[in-house]
T-cell receptor
Framework: GDSVTQMEGPVTLSEEAFLTINCTYT??????LFWYVQYPGEGLQLLLK?????DKGSNKGFEATYRKETTSFHLEKGSVQVSDSAVYFC?????????????FGKGTHLIIQP | GAVVSQHPSWVICKSGTSVKIECRSL??????MFWYRQFPKQSLMLMAT?????????EQGVEKDKFLINHASLTLSTLTVTSAHPEDSSFYIC???????????FGPGTRLLVL
């Protein structure tokens, strides 16, 4: 079945460091791909998404590119801030449109130290 | 905009009792709402999809008689855990989407502890 695998955390970085959180997926067809972020005490928020191969999603300095050939959607940011500390979830939704539930990875806890 | 609330945020109950969790879209009408369950250090697992005015669609392995879902209006869906047992203790999260919308807006979750 469909699945999402992302790197285990916690990931601890210093402020202004470069961030990569790996995410790969298995799916039938070409799903839509998402990164959600959960700040402490809050619900999941959509960070960025991509709906087809080679699309790049970006928001708040974060980027991820939909790589069909490697079935990946790695999250990157050039210079992280303390305020980026949160749990990040990679997710997919089946291709074909309509309202379908998401398949999530386990989440990666990111800790940014000043 | 696109705020989803859940109530209660946490609940403790005795084994054998039923617990109702509400999910509300506060500033939009949600044609579809989803219910997820999250165990510690695990991913969110989709339990069911509910569309306003129709029966919920449950994922494989989820007992529909155990987890009753009602989506009576475009702004409210409820999940009732019937005859709860300690193994039902978990974090339950709902999300809502607009008609034809791809983006899901998530509630803050409800932590259930069954003693």
């Amino acid at each position: 079945g469909d699945s999402v695998t992302q790197m285990e955390g916690p990931v601890t970085l210093s402020e202004e460091a470069f961030l990569t959180i790996n995410c790969t997926y298995t799916a039938t067809g070409y799903p839509s791909l998402f990164w959600y972020v959960q700040y402490p005490g809050e619900g999941l928020q959509l960070l960025l998404k991509a709906t087809k191969a080679d699309d790049k999603g970006s928001n708040k300095g974060f980027e991820a590119t939909y790589r069909k050939e490697t079935t990946s959607f790695h999250l990157e940011k050039g210079s992280v801030q303390v305020s980026d500390s949160a749990v990040y979830f990679c997710a997919q939704r089946p291709a074909g449109g309509g309202a379908d539930g998401l398949t999530f990875g386990k989440g990666t806890h990111l800790i940014i130290q000043p | 905009g696109a705020v989803v609330s859940q109530h209660p945020s946490w609940v403790i109950c005795k084994s054998g009792t039923s617990v109702k969790i509400e999910c509300r879209s506060l500033d939009f009408q949600a044609t579809t709402m989803f219910w997820y369950r999250q165990f510690p250090k695990q991913s969110l697992m989709l339990m069911a999809t509910s569309n306003e005015g129709s029966k919920a669609t449950y994922e494989q392995g989820v007992e529909k008689d155990k987890f009753l879902i009602n989506h009576a209006s475009l702004t409210l869906s409820t999940l009732t855990v019937t005859s709860a047992h300690p193994e039902d203790s978990s974090f339950y999260i709902c999300s809502a989407s607009l008609a034809g919308g791809e983006t899901q807006y998530f509630g803050p979750g409800t932590r259930l502890l069954v003693l």
